[in-house]
T-cell receptor, first 109, second 117 residues
Framework: QKEVEQNSGPLSVPEGAIASLNCTYS??????FFWYRQYSGKSPELIMS????GDKEDGRFTAQLNKASQYVSLLIRDSQPSDSATYLC?????????FGAGTTVTVRA | GAVVSQHPSRVICKSGTSVKIECRSL??????MFWYRQFPKQSLMLMAT?????????EQGVEKDKFLINHASLTLSTLTVTSAHPEDSSFYIC?????????????FGEGSWLTVV
């Protein structure tokens, strides 16, 4: 069983719509959760971090964490063509991060 | 966010040669840096944790004699791929955790594309 699982996509959404990305993890003692955006051929860029159950909003992004269900999600509101990228879910315990394979999002203009 | 710089961004080397990749934290001191490898359309895989002034900690399955890591200062870690082979061709990314930041938050360098021919 993979430590961090994401749907690979591609997830195609029209411009202005909400993109919803999901991630599940296997290690119950995980303490920190991140979403990174990775454009093709580039390194990941941190867009959200969340540590407690519930929602965390930052601009057009909302991360949701449910530790009981071992589930973390990312909502992208008012999706823009520039949001087209691969989104990596990362889960941390102690100092290590484990990454999912990423979900590719395509925003159609 | 914090700035982590990697060099070179792209390198092509001949099979059997060695290549060194540098990772620098530009505006903070990093006692710990991390090296990842990413094959196309795959996840980032942690290769090793680089600790300033001590030996790196390698993940299971990563050959420490092939992937030499040196963390000689608080702002520089290097990864040397020795006796490179075509299967070592990959995207190598370093990261670092600035001090006094939220737990486990790391920032990535720009990455280095290695092609072994």
């Amino acid at each position: 069983q993979k430590e961090v699982e994401q749907n690979s996509g591609p997830l195609s959404v029209p411009e202005g719509a909400i993109a919803s990305l999901n991630c599940t993890y296997s290690d119950r003692v995980s303490q920190s959760f991140f979403w990174y955006r990775q454009y093709s051929g580039k390194s990941p860029e941190l867009i959200m971090s969340i540590y407690s159950n519930g929602d965390k909003e930052d601009g057009r992004f909302t991360a949701q964490l449910n530790k009981a269900s071992q589930y973390v999600s990312l909502l992208i509101r008012d999706s823009q063509p520039s949001d087209s990228a691969t989104y990596l879910c990362a889960v941390g315990s102690d100092y290590k991060l484990s990454f999912g394979a990423g979900t590719t999002v395509t925003v159609r203009a | 966010g914090a700035v982590v710089s990697q060099h070179p961004s792209r390198v092509i080397c001949k099979s059997g040669t060695s290549v060194k990749i540098e990772c620098r934290s530009l505006d903070f001191q990093a006692t710990t840096m991390f090296w990842y490898r990413q094959f196309p359309k795959q996840s980032l895989m942690l290769m090793a944790t680089s600790n300033e002034g001590s030996k790196a900690t390698y993940e299971q399955g990563v050959e420490k004699d092939k992937f030499l890591i040196n963390h000689a200062s608080l702002t520089l870690s290097t990864l040397t791929v020795t006796s490179a082979h075509p299967e070592d061709s990959s995207f190598y990314i370093c990261s670092a955790r600035p001090p006094r930041t939220a737990r486990n938050t790391i920032y990535f360098g720009e990455g280095s594309w290695l092609t072994v021919v």
